[in-house]
């Protein structure tokens, strides 16, 4: 399995370029372009390109690039995935020695391949590029990337680096070691990270979107950051605990305090309004933790049906 014996500066190696690819006809060709200009020096090189379910002109549009470069090859996913289970796709197919995988809209530069091969050449087997922080983004998605990454260290102790993106390099032995995984709600960025070797961070300039528009809608960032805390971690079932213990204490005391005024003073009670107060403010907090119980539980409930990732209609490799 080990192919790579001592880290040289050699070229022969197989390098495999993993891209998934969502309605992007109008980046492949230009990605495929300056893909080409910067692997010139790698001797063999296969560019895996992944098509979730697009329904666009993506698929045709590879398919022109498969005629002109033969280096070029796809996967076609039976439907829209999403990008983090496209990206499983292609990783599981890659080919070589050592697999690099980025997006296709050009925000990830591919003039840092170099780069991050030459890190690969030192002996590092994850190389994970630092999005350095791009005023050309919102404002709101910078700020809340940021505080996504500050939560997850903090509170559930995923020490990701800020900024980190699915830019990055691995070794063929970490790409085997996250094949054999067969996990639902993939957040392969934690999963990296999770399985160690050694890894080494290289930040970045973006670029901008070359064309078409982003599919990361709020609503999937926050499915994504949800599903990242979720599957690795149980703090939020532990604050659960906390807050529902806190809460019930402070109920105690005040439970017994009502007590005592009805056995020692002959005050009556109104108490509707702390009555009605209290129960819903319970009851909001008992949602709240069944919601949280109910997240674990329906991923151990998707999990138990071993259903695969992705279905692939046709490919190429
Ligand atoms: N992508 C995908 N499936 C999806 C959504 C996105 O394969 O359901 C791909 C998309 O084509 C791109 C990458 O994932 O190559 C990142 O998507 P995008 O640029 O929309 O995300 P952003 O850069 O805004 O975070
Ligand atoms: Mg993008």
């Given at each position: 399995m080990e192919t790579?014996?001592?880290?040289?500066?050699?070229?022969?190696f197989?390098?495999?370029?993993?891209?998934?690819?969502?309605?992007?006809?109008?980046?492949?060709?230009?990605?495929h372009r300056r893909l080409c200009e910067a692997v010139r020096p790698v001797a063999q090189v296969t560019f895996l390109f992944v098509d979730d379910g697009s329904t666009d002109g993506t698929l045709a549009e590879l398919g022109r690039l498969q005629a002109q470069d033969d280096r070029v090859r796809h996967i076609a996913l039976s439907r829209n995935f999403g990008h983090q289970n496209a990206l499983k796709a292609g990783l599981d197919h890659a080919p070589g020695d050592v697999v690099i995988s980025?997006?296709?809209?050009?925000?990830h530069p591919p003039e840092l391949i170099p780069a991050l091969l030459e890190r690969w050449q030192a002996g590092f087997d994850v190389v994970q590029t630092i999005r350095a922080d791009d005023r050309r983004l919102p404002w709101a998605k910078r700020m809340t990337t940021k505080a996504f990454h500050a939560v997850s260290r903090r509170l559930f102790s995923i020490d990701l680096p800020p900024g980190a993106s699915d830019f990055r390099l691995l070794d063929r032995k970490v790409t085997d070691?996250?094949?054999?995984?067969?996990?639902d709600h993939l957040f392969l960025r934690g999963l990296v990270q999770w399985a160690g070797f050694r890894q080494t961070v290289l930040p970045f300039e973006p670029g901008s979107r070359f064309a078409g528009s982003t599919q990361y809608s709020w609503r999937?960032?926050?499915a994504l950051a949800f599903s990242g805390i979720t599957s690795f971690s149980v703090m939020p079932l532990r604050l659960a605990f906390l807050l529902g213990f806190t809460i019930a204490f402070l109920a105690g005391i005040y439970g017994c305090y009502v007590i005592g005024i009805h056995l020692f003073t002959d005050r009556t009670v109104a108490g509707w309004t702390s009555t009605t107060a209290s129960v819903l403010f319970i009851g909001g907090i008992q949602l709240i933790m069944l919601g949280i119980v109910g997240e674990y539980l329906g991923k151990a409930f998707m999990e138990g049906k071993k259903r695969p990732n992705y279905l692939i209609r046709e490919r190429s490799i």
């Open positions: 790579r014996q001592q880290p040289t500066s050699r070229t022969d197989h390098l495999c370029i993993v891209v998934p690819c969502h309605n992007e006809e109008g980046n492949v060709a230009e990605l980025m997006d296709a809209d050009l925000q070691a996250i094949r054999n995984l067969e996990e999937r960032m926050f």
